[in-house]
């Protein structure tokens, strides 16, 4: 694990159950990886203060949302969500 998997972990296990801080931390990480090598685990977590969401996976995602849409190369935040696609999402992988 990175150092900001870790740093996350920790700041979300307060907020959430371990298996879901971890998840949400590898995304953020995987995030980090793909589009904005320079965040920080401070950032995350300070706008994870901001979300105008109750429970924390809304505003985990609410987050992602958020850095997605301050990184011109991100188009599409939802692999990065903590339930990915989610159930009622189309197929990422049809039609490209």
């Known amino acids: 694990m990175s150092e900001l998997t870790d740093d ?3 700041a979300f296990a307060d907020e959430t159950d371990d298996e ?3 998840t949400a931390a ?5 995030f980090a990886e793909e589009y904005d090598e320079d965040l920080t685990s401070d950032r ?4 994870l203060a901001d979300a105008p969401y109750d429970g924390f996976q809304r ?4 987050v992602i949302g958020e ?3 301050e990184n011109e190369d991100c188009t599409d935040s939802r692999p ?3 339930d990915g696609f989610g ?10």
């Open 20 to 22: 879901i801080a971890q």
């Open 26 to 30: 590898e995304n953020i990480a995987d």
């Open 8 to 10: 996350l972990t920790a």
């Open 80 to 82: 990065f969500r903590i």
């Open 59 to 62: 505003r985990f995602n609410w």
């Open 67 to 69: 850095l997605a849409a």
């Open 44 to 47: 995350v977590t300070d706008l």
């Open 87 to 96: 159930e009622l999402a189309a197929d990422p992988d049809i039609g490209t």
